[in-house]
């Protein structure tokens, strides 16, 4: 759900930059103070692998196509301001060097995916697996549950930003977004729920040391 | 617990190039907001690019379109893994800086 420049109006460009900045900013505050030596390799493979993993687009229904966001995959990982910061250097790139997403649109993706999308996986993941953490199946559903909500509500997110644009009228484009991104949903919940088994299978420690720490991340 | 060792760093690096070999085989249909958008007609409110770089994820001056998207896939996982590697690091030395003072 990259927007591309010409389907966001000044203002809503505005708005979003200064809420990516501000965010993205607290995030570096954030990883200034907490950001363990042990975490920097396993940011770089994150988002290393969230960028491969953006190429490829899988169908869902009636000649459409969706991929992985990974802001659940990241902030399960490796926390949220870890993630965050992945996410965005990911974007960036993307627009940068790609032109995949606009470059005035860059704030509205980093808002949608980066800042809203990772800190509403995490926020569903630790409330869930708080409830169901102890069992390995409620680890797994905590985490497919983060990763659909995370894509559900970026897609309502960036349904906003193009209605208040007045690309598409809100009563158009949320249902639209929404339910195409409820089935894509699907899909981020199936990739993320396997890249974390294998994760699991390889290095179960990097799942489950920060269940003591500060800096947050899985459990 | 131990640091992350240099072997599952290059592991999980190695899975991401596996990823981007692969990235021919993707899906070629639109997106879910390209999908909306075609469907809502608002997709031509779309500006192109001011500058082209790896537009599309292919790479440029390559005729075999599988081979300029897989070598698009590996400069970019290599770009992102070199960027955002060095951002960490550069967060966590003036950590250990503020420290020793």
Excluded at chain 1, 6 to 31: C, D, E, I, K, M
Excluded at chain 1, 137 to 152: D, M, R, Y
Excluded at chain 1, 181 to 186: R, T, W
Excluded at chain 2, 19 to 40: F, I, K, W
Aim: proline share 4%; net charge positive; aromatic share 8%.
């Amino acid at each position: 759900m990259h927007i591309p420049d010409g389907f966001l109006n000044p203002a809503t460009l505005a708005a979003t930059w200064v809420a990516s900045s501000g965010s993205v900013g607290y995030g570096v505050h954030r990883l200034r103070r907490e950001l363990d030596e042990r975490q920097v390799p396993l940011m770089g493979v994150t988002a290393a692998f969230i960028f491969a993993a953006q190429m490829m687009n899988f169908t869902v229904a009636g000649g459409t196509s969706g991929h992985l966001l990974g802001g659940a995959l990241a902030a399960i990982l490796l926390g949220p301001w870890a993630a965050m910061l992945a996410l965005t250097s990911v974007l960036a790139v993307q627009a940068l060097v790609f032109q995949d997403g606009g470059l005035l649109a860059l704030g509205a993706n980093i808002w949608n995916m980066a800042v809203v999308g990772v800190l509403v996986a995490w926020a569903v993941y630790r409330a869930l697996a708080r409830l169901w953490g102890q069992k390995t199946w409620g680890q797994a559903l905590a985490a497919f549950l983060a990763a659909w909500t995370s894509v559900f509500v970026a897609s309502l997110m960036a349904s906003v930003e193009l209605a208040l644009s007045g690309a598409s009228p809100w009563r158009v484009v949320l249902p639209a977004m929404g339910g195409v991104h409820a089935l894509i949903g699907i899909g981020e919940g199936i990739i993320t729920l396997a890249t974390l088994a294998l994760v699991r299978a390889v290095r179960p420690d990097l799942l489950l040391r920060r269940r003591t720490s500060d800096v947050g991340g899985a459990l | 617990m131990k640091a992350p060792s240099r072997r599952i760093w290059i592991a999980g690096l190695c899975l991401a190039l596996i990823v981007a070999l692969l990235s021919p085989l993707a899906s070629p249909h639109p997106d879910g907001l390209e999908r909306v958008a075609e469907d809502q007609g608002f997709i031509q409110r779309a500006l192109d690019a001011p500058y082209h770089l790896i537009a599309d994820y292919v790479f440029p001056g390559i005729s075999n379109e599988a081979a300029a998207t897989i070598l698009a896939g590996i400069v970019g996982t290599l770009l992102v893994f070199g960027i955002t590697w060095g951002l960490a690091a550069a967060l966590r030395r003036r950590e250990g800086a503020q420290k020793r003072v």
